[in-house]
């Protein structure tokens, strides 16, 4: 059984810097994707960063440009979001997000291109 534990979450000041963790179990995504998506109360769920998990690939959403960096450790079949001179408005649910290994080309940045989530990590930034 797949799981993604995400841990990190918490809350921070305007400007602080947060560290999410994202640990699969059960199976290897080595040369597939992982990424994280984030959800707002009232707001959709919206894609922040994804990596290609072979070649070291990263996508970014224009928000956090700049701010923050994925990187993952395959050795650990883990993936990281640091995150730094957070704002409020980065106040949201965190969810980690994995996606095996295909021959076909995908778009990192929707989410039904996921295969397992992790159960989500409250980022709360205060002004």
């Known amino acids: 059984q797949v799981q993604l534990l995400e841990s990190g979450g918490g809350l921070v000041q305007t400007g602080g810097s947060l560290r999410l963790s994202c640990a699969a179990s059960?199976?290897?995504?080595?040369?597939?994707?992982m990424g994280w998506f984030r959800q707002a109360p009232g707001k959709e769920r919206e894609f922040v960063t994804s990596?290609?998990?072979?070649?070291?690939?990263?996508e970014y959403a224009d928000s956090v440009k700049g701010r923050f960096t994925i990187s993952r450790d395959n050795a650990k079949n883990t993936v990281y979001l640091q995150m730094n001179s957070l704002k409020p408005e980065d106040t949201a649910v965190y969810y980690c997000?994995?996606?095996?290994?295909?021959?076909?080309?995908?778009?990192?940045?929707?989410?039904?291109?996921?295969?397992?989530w992790g159960q989500g990590t409250q980022v709360t930034v205060s002004s």
């Open positions: 997000a994995a996606r095996a290994y295909r021959t076909t080309s995908y778009y990192a940045s929707r989410a039904y291109e996921y295969d397992y």
């Open positions: 059960g199976r290897s995504f080595l040369s597939g994707a």
């Open positions: 990596i290609n998990t072979r070649d070291g690939t990263t």
